[in-house]
Every structure is written in C-alpha cells, then in structure tokens.
C-alpha cells in the first residue's frame, strides 16, 4: 500500500488545564485512522453529540494539534511542513462545516467566499472563467447564481448558506472532502441533492470523503465503513451495512434503536426501550469501558480495564468485552478491516446520477420546458 | 392575489383555536427587490396540538416563526395579515404589550438557540434576566427555587443553574433553551430545529422532555424542521410549505400515508430509508423558484411532473379536499 494521504496515528487531544484540572475534557482518546488517496473512499463517522468527531476533523486538518500521537499528510507531520507542502494540503483536503455561519464574515458579500479560493490558488485567468467557475459550482448544488450573489450571509436561510460551503469545496477539486455535518439543516430533497452531488465527486473524480453526521439514514445512503464513537473512543467500525443493520457494541444498539423512523406507526421509545444498566459491578480500576454506568450488559470486567478493538467479522470491529471470544486487532491496524481497504479501485455500484443530470438540465432551463403529462 | 387567498381561505376560522394565523405576508425588503419570504400562510393551531412545519430550505419556516413573536426586523417587515394568540392580534398590538406576550404567552427556542445563550453569564442569570424583562422581581424569594424546578422539569439537575454553557452538552443548552421557554407557562411554544445538531439518543431525551412539558402546561406546540422522523413521531397535524406558502396540511398519519400535493408527494419520496440502498440518491429535480419575483400561478408549476396549463397562471388556494386534509393544487379542485 502507497503511503495514506491523511493518517492520525495514536492521537489523544486533551482541551483544557492540568492533569488534575476538572475541567479537563478528552476529547479523542487514542485513536488511529488512514486515508489512501488511491482507493477513494467515502467513510462516515457518527456518535455521541460531544464524542470527539469535530475534534477528529479539526486534527486531520491540522486546524488543532494533537496532546500526543501525530497527524501525517504524504507521511509528513502536518505540524512542520514546508510552505509548498502545506500549499497543497490547503488544496488537496477541503472542509464543509458544521455551522456555516461560523465560516462567513458578515461584513463580506457571499461572493466572499467563493472568490477567495480562486483567487488563492489562481484557478481562474479571466473574469468570465470566475463567474464560470462560481456558477457551476453554485447550479451543482442547486442554487440560482444572480440570486444568492450580492447578498450578506444574514441574508440567506442556514439550508442557502450550508450549500454555497458545499460548492465553495467543489472548485477546488480536492483529494479528500471533510464534511461535517454537511446536510442537517437542509430539507430531504436537498439532502438528497447535496450527498448526491459529493458522492458523485467520489466516483467520477476520485475524491475521498468523511461524512460526519447524526443522520444514520443518510450514512448507510452514502457510505462503505463507518465508525461510530462514544465519549471520545471509538466504539464500533466496519461495514456500514452491518453495523447499522445488526448493531454490536451496546451504544450503537442505543443508537440505532433511537432513530426517529418517517413513519407515525412505528413507535420511537429511546432510550426506553434498551433497559437499565444491572445493579453493583464490584470495584471500578484505574481504566474501565466509558459505556458502563449505561449499559444493561455490563459486567464486572467492564469496569476494571478498557475493552481493546475486537475483530469480530471479516469488515467489523467493536470494543466491547461482549465480544472478547473474537481476536482483538490493535487500533492502528482498524482501517484495515474497512470494506474501502480491502477492495482494488474505484467503487463499484449502480449509483446513478440521472436525477442529478435531469436536475440540472431543468435548473437551466426555462420553467416552460416542464411538461404536461396529466390532463 | 392576495385578496383571492383571504377569501377563499377563510374558512379555516377555528373558534376553539390557541393561534389562528390569517393570510399572513411578511417580505424582506433589499436591494434587489421584496423576498416574499412568506405570502399569505393560513392556520390554526388547537389548544393543546402539537404542529409540524417543514418544507424546503429558505420557503419561510423561520420567518413565520420570528413573525409570530414579531421579531422579524428590518429590512424585514409584515406586511399584512393577523396572528390571533388566545383571540387577540398580535399584528396590531404596540411594541410594549408585545413584549408582555413575549415568553409570557408565545415563547421561542430558535433556530440555534442553544449557541446562543450568553457565554459569560452563568445559567441562573440568563433566568434571572428574562425574568427581569417581564417585570418579574428577581430579588423575591422563592426565585431560585423556581429556576431549579425549571431545570429539573427539563430533567437537569439544580445545580446546573450555576454552571456557564460552555460547561454543558449540547443537549444540555438545547434543554436550558426549553426550560428559558417555558419559564412563564406560555400557552404556544415554538421550537425551530431544536434537535438537529443533537445524536439521535439525545434527540429522543429533548423531545421526550419538550412533550413532557406540553402537555403538563396544556401548551402548543409549533415544531419547525427538517427531520421527517422526528416529525412523524412528534406531531398531531403536519404543514408543508413551499416557497412562502402553505401548499398542505394534513394529519401526520395522513401526510406520510397518502400525501396529495404533488410536493408533499415528492418530499415523502425522496425521504432515504434504512432497509435498502437506493440505487440513486434523488431530490427533486430542479430549483427553488425566486422569492423576488416568484412564478406566476401556482408556485410549484416549475417543477410540477403533473402540471396543466392552468396552473401556470391560477394559484391555487388551500382548500379541504377530505377531511382535515388541505391542498392548494388544482389537480383536487373538483374533488369537494
Ligand atoms: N476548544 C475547545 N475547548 C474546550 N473543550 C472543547 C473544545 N472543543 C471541543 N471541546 C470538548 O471536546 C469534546 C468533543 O467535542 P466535539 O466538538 O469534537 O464533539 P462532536 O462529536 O463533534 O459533537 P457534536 O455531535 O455535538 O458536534 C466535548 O466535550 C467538547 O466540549
Ligand atoms: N434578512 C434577510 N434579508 C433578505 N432575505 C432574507 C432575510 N432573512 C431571510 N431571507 C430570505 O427569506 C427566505 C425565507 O427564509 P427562512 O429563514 O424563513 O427559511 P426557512 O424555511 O427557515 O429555511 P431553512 O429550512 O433553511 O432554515 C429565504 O429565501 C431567505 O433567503
Ligand atoms: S397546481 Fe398544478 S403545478 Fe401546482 S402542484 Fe398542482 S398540478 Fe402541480
Ligand atoms: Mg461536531
Ligand atoms: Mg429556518
């Protein structure tokens, strides 16, 4: 295997004071994970709100530096390289954040944002490229150029602002798209839109992506892997139909249990439904599973050492002491498992991107050209 | 226009009705022209209902919410209509009772809210100064105890009262943002996104806790969002909007069993599930039509796989074409 374009090897990030400080927060604890840039992969990461998944993108583009273990682009530290390489790890890995106001300046035009990359890395030589260039990317994702163009961030609703992000990351044509939280507060049909239009970069121009999201239903859409984490360590990984089909580590079962399903006849009982952790688990170590004090599985064990990665399925890991029959797998071999690693080339699907061709064509034309087939 | 919708729309006058809003208009006026961001809304909300608002992104969801509290600011403006709360017009009031009905009667937890609470102030006193904003005396006794009842309603412990928001989940401040809301025991709540940056468990514990609170107090609730889930297992009626207006309403079970307006149809359609892979992942085709100068008849004709000639220069009204079920399409106007 060629050296990973991105790779976090055994990075724990700490936020706050000293070791006995209170309010100190692990916010990723020992955690591994690798992109190749020649198997373009699309792996999504879910979890606990606050379990560390920000903290792992912000890592992976060296926005924070990791408390211990280190973050490699081309197997260079990202913390020390050369102007020419950070030039390009600027271009090649590309972010879509979670709240897109937090991106803009209010005092500048939405233009802002998008003249900005071109400019920087001189994508375009003439006035009417840029407008090109800005339009395109702005139709890709569904939106009127002469009507977003000109106007300040407050002036447009969060779903208007969270796309032109996406289509600010499509100009660049980068390796890898970090995408945090990209569609949750766009309707369903652009939901649909928007992932399908990155999931398209993924096939027709290689680009690798992380989808961070609460939306299960959208991760198994778009995904192979995933990983799930839990208070800052990652709970479960693998096969992305596996894992929200048949869910392995306790949270995960929460996790899935407590997904609101689109139909009023289902029931939606939570955390109701998993039951109560059991009663007195005996002395709790040094080191223990994070899951316990709400696991109706917990055992004794589970609170006197932190259960490693178990391999259980050939695509699957899970670090839970349920599964301690299984080989364990140390963290920094996990992305091996993954169904991404373990295939050669692109994916191969039935994705098919017709809807978003017929969009499109429907965007540029005129409203007349829209059929009647009902009389 | 305008006049056409009022006239025929009307006839969803609900006596019993908590809110009952009427061809509402609000536009936002800038450079390029008026975003008619919401053009002539019609309902009502029952004592004690829980309603849902979705739609697309940027067809006015929040600027009703706003409009409702009347806290749509320039170079917005409501241009006409009426908002009756418990049988009085908030659109004619003077800025000075509107601000008493604040909280006391209609409560907001925004869209973001909970990144919005003061970073500086502890728990305790962002009560103490809403509280103060409403001629509470927040030196009586018995004050903090009511603060620590709010909290723990919301299922947070006391003590959180004295803790900064930085020191809370986000599921914490989203609940922070319930307890503020509910503080004076409004008889509407209005929650614009109030989970959507939450995991799915903690999704389950807010909405628990908010249903919780509504129906102890006997409030209603008007729920915006974009998470069909949460929408069919949180409300009792569902409203659709697209661009700017309401184009149905309709009994959850209804909406997601047999929705009528080809829109509504197409939402529930592009909706991913969990059992099988789709082969493609598809929206609707096309574009959100302008809000400055918006299509002429009805305002989906654009996209509309079922359009007729007609429905590029009629719009059509929001009618009751079954029971509890409101279309605006022409496809259902000989239907009653
Ligand atoms: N700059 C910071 N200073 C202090 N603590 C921080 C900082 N950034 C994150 N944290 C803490 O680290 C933990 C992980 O936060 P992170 O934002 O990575 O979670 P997340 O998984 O992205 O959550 P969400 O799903 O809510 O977005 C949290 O406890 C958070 O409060
Ligand atoms: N201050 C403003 N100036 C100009 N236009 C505005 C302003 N605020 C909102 N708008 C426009 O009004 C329309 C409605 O916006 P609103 O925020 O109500 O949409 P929404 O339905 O809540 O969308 P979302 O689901 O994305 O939150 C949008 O087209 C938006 O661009
Ligand atoms: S009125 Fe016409 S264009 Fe509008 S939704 Fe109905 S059929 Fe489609
Ligand atoms: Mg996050
Ligand atoms: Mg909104």
Redesign the interface.
């Known amino acids: 295997m060629s050296t990973p374009l991105i790779e976090a090897r055994n990075v724990t990030k700490t936020f706050g004071g000293g070791l006995f400080d209170k309010s100190r927060t692990v916010a990723l604890e020992d955690f591994s994970f690798k992109i190749d840039a020649d198997n373009p992969s699309v792996t999504s990461i879910v979890g606990e709100s606050g379990s560390g998944k920000t903290t792992l993108a912000r890592l992976l583009l060296g926005l924070v530096a990791p408390t211990e273990g280190e973050v490699l682009y081309n197997g260079k530290n990202l913390e020390n390289l050369s102007s020419r390489d950070r030039k390009q790890f600027l271009r090649d890995v590309q972010v879509i954040f979670q709240d897109p106001f937090e991106v803009y300046n209010p005092f500048y035009r939405i233009d802002h944002v998008l003249d900005t990359p071109i400019r920087n890395f001189g994508l375009a030589k003439t006035e009417k490229e840029r407008k090109d260039l800005i339009n395109e990317a702005l139709e890709a994702v569904g939106i009127r150029p002469e009507e977003i163009l000109g106007r300040f961030p407050h002036e447009l609703s969060g779903g208007q602002r969270q796309r032109i992000m996406v289509a600010r990351s499509l100009l660049l044509r980068p390796k890898l798209i970090i995408a945090d939280e990209p569609v949750s507060m766009v309707d369903a049909s652009l939901r649909a839109t928007i992932l399908g239009s990155l999931l398209r970069l993924n096939r027709e121009f290689g680009i690798s992506l992380i989808y961070i999201t609460h939306d299960l239903t959208t991760a198994f859409q778009v995904s192979e892997d995933i990983m799930v984490f839990y208070r800052g360590s990652l709970a479960e990984a693998g096969d992305v139909d596996q894992v929200v089909r048949n869910p392995e580590h306790p949270y995960t079962r929460l996790l899935v249990g407590s997904i609101p399903l689109p139909d009023p006849d289902m029931p939606w009982e939570g955390e109701r439904a998993i039951g109560r952790p059991a009663g007195e688990l005996g002395e709790v170590g040094e080191k223990f599973c994070k899951f316990t004090d709400r696991c109706p599985f917990a055992m004794p064990m589970c609170v006197q050492s932190d259960p490693p990665l178990y391999h259980t399925h050939e695509n699957r890991v899970s670090s839970c002491f349920l599964y301690r029959e299984s080989p364990t797998i140390p963290m920094t071999e996990m992305t091996s498992i993954f169904r991404s690693s373990n295939r050669q080339g692109p994916v191969q699907d039935n994705v098919s991107f017709d809807a978003l061709d017929a969009e499109l064509e429907v965007s540029t034309e005129s409203s007349s050209s829209a059929s009647s087939n009902d009389d | 226009m305008v006049e056409e919708t009022l006239s025929t729309e009307q006839t969803e006058v609900e006596t019993d009705a908590t809110l009952q809003v009427r061809d509402l208009h609000v536009y936002?006026h800038?450079?390029?022209g008026a975003v008619k961001a919401v053009n002539g809304v019609n309902f009502a909300l029952k004592k004690g209902e829980r309603f849902g608002l979705?739609?697309?992104?940027?067809s006015g969801k929040?600027t009703i919410a706003l409009s409702l509290l009347r806290l749509i600011k320039p170079p917005g403006r409501i241009e006409g209509g009426q908002v009756f709360l418990n049988g009085v017009d908030l659109v004619s009031l003077t800025e000075e009772e509107m601000r008493r009905k604040r909280l006391d009667e209609i409560a907001l937890v925004a869209?973001?809210a909970m990144?919005s609470l003061n970073p500086v102030r502890r728990i305790r006193d962002q009560f103490m100064l809403a509280f103060q904003d409403h001629g509470i005396d927040v030196k009586r006794s018995g004050i903090n105890d009511h603060i620590g009842d709010l909290l723990s309603r919301v299922g947070l412990s006391r003590d959180v009262a004295d803790m900064f928001p930085h020191?809370l989940?986000?599921?914490m401040k989203q609940r922070v943002c319930i307890a503020l809301a509910i503080s004076l025991s409004p008889s509407v709540i209005i929650a614009d996104?109030p989970t959507?940056?939450?995991?799915?468990?903690?999704?389950?514990?807010v909405m628990?806790t908010l249903r919780r609170v509504q129906e102890d107090l006997g409030a209603s609730v008007i729920l915006i969002g974009?998470?069909?889930?949460?929408?069919?297992?949180?409300v009792d009626r569902l409203g659709v909007m697209y661009a700017g207006r309401l184009v149905e309403i309709a009994k959850?079970?209804d909406m997601?069993g047999d929705p009528l307006h080809p829109y509504g149809q197409?939402?529930?359609a592009?909706?991913?599930?969990?059992e099988v892979?789709?082969?493609?992942?598809?929206?609707?085709?096309?574009?959100?039509p302008?809000l400055?100068n918006p299509?002429s008849g009805c305002p989906f004709?654009?996209?509309?796989?079922?359009?007729?000639?007609h429905c590029k220069t009629v719009t059509p009204v929001l009618q009751e074409v079954r029971e509890d079920h409101w279309v605006a399409c022409h496809?259902y106007e000989e239907a009653k």
Do not use: Y
Request: aromatic share 6%.
């Open positions: 936002f800038t450079a390029a979705v739609g697309e992104s940027g929040s869209q973001g990144n020191e989940s986000g599921g996104e959507s940056a939450l995991d799915v468990v903690v999704q389950w514990q628990d974009h998470d069909m889930g949460l929408m069919a297992q949180f959850v079970k997601f197409m939402l529930i592009s909706l991913p599930s969990l892979k789709q082969d493609r992942l598809q929206g609707i085709p096309g574009i959100t302008s400055l299509p004709h654009t996209r509309c796989p079922k359009m007729m000639e496809l």
